[in-house]
């Protein structure tokens, strides 16, 4: 009996470049804000393979979340709407460091 292939929906969200990982870490070092990397996160039904999280310093609430898909860079803010980027540096150029 054959089978059809099933072909596995991509993700929204895709891992992220190397380059693009230790320029965002430099960049929350540099503004003492904390990044965590989350693996294979999933929000209401959309899998990303790798969602960038930037919180203030001493918070347990995220500022910004940031994911790759296949042609750009998407900035999640907690409160307000998506922006689109065409690269990593453009999108950190948007963000607005916690003041302490």
């Not at 292939?5 to 003492?32: K, R």
Request: aromatic fraction near 8%; charged fraction near 25%; glycine fraction near 4%.
């Amino acid at each position: 009996m054959h089978r059809p292939q099933l072909s596995p929906n991509a993700p929204t969200g895709l891992a992220f470049e190397i380059a693009d990982l230790m320029l965002l870490q430099g960049w929350a070092d540099f503004h003492d804000v904390q990044m965590t990397v989350e693996l294979d996160h999933c929000v209401d039904g959309d899998e990303y393979e790798e969602v960038i999280a930037f919180y203030a310093k001493d918070s347990q609430l995220r500022r910004w979340i940031l994911w790759r898909s296949s042609g750009e860079i998407i900035v999640q803010p907690l409160i307000g709407r998506s922006c689109r980027f065409v690269s990593v540096a453009d999108a950190l150029e948007s963000l607005i460091p916690a003041r302490s």
